[in-house]
C-alpha cells in the first residue's frame, strides 16, 4: 500500500521559508517519481515540483522555479520541498504525489498515489 503523509506546513510572513516534508513507505519511495502539487480556495490543483526515483530529473512550475527546492533523503525515505521567498500567492495546501513513472510529470494525471495535504498560509 502506497501512503504519504505531509508535514511542515504553517503560517510564514512574505518573504520567509517552509520546509515541507513527505514521508513516504520504502517500496513508494524506491519506485515512484516524487512530486509536490498545490491548490488554493477555488482553485484546480497545480503542480510545483517532482523528482525522479533516481534524483537525477528535477523539474519545477515556472512561478517557483527561482524560489523552490526539492530533494530527497534516501536513508528517511522522505521528499522535501524547501521553499523561499514567500510570497501570499504561494498560500494553498500542498499535496505530496507519487508516480509509477520514471520521468517526472506535471499533470495531475500523472500521479497515482495522493497525501492527505498540509496547508501553508503566507501573510503579506
Known amino acids: 500500500q502506497v501512503q504519504l503523509v505531509e508535514s511542515g506546513g504553517g503560517l510564514v510572513q512574505a518573504g520567509g521559508s517552509l520546509r515541507l516534508s513527505c514521508a513516504a513507505s520504502?517500496?513508494?519511495?524506491?519506485?515512484?517519481?516524487l512530486g509536490w502539487f498545490r491548490q488554493a480556495p477555488g482553485k484546480e490543483r497545480e503542480f510545483v515540483a517532482a523528482?525522479?526515483?533516481?534524483?537525477?530529473?528535477?523539474i519545477f512550475a515556472d512561478s517557483v522555479k527561482d524560489r523552490f527546492t526539492i530533494y530527497t533523503d534516501n536513508v528517511k525515505n522522505m521528499v522535501y520541498l524547501q521553499m523561499n521567498s514567500l510570497k501570499p500567492e504561494d498560500t494553498a495546501v500542498y499535496y505530496c504525489a507519487a508516480a509509477n513513472r520514471i520521468v517526472p510529470g506535471r499533470g495531475f494525471s500523472d500521479y497515482d498515489y495522493w497525501g492527505q495535504g498540509t496547508q501553508v498560509t503566507v501573510s503579506s
Open positions: 523528482i525522479s526515483r533516481s534524483g537525477g530529473s528535477v
Open positions: 520504502e517500496r513508494t519511495f524506491s519506485r515512484h517519481t
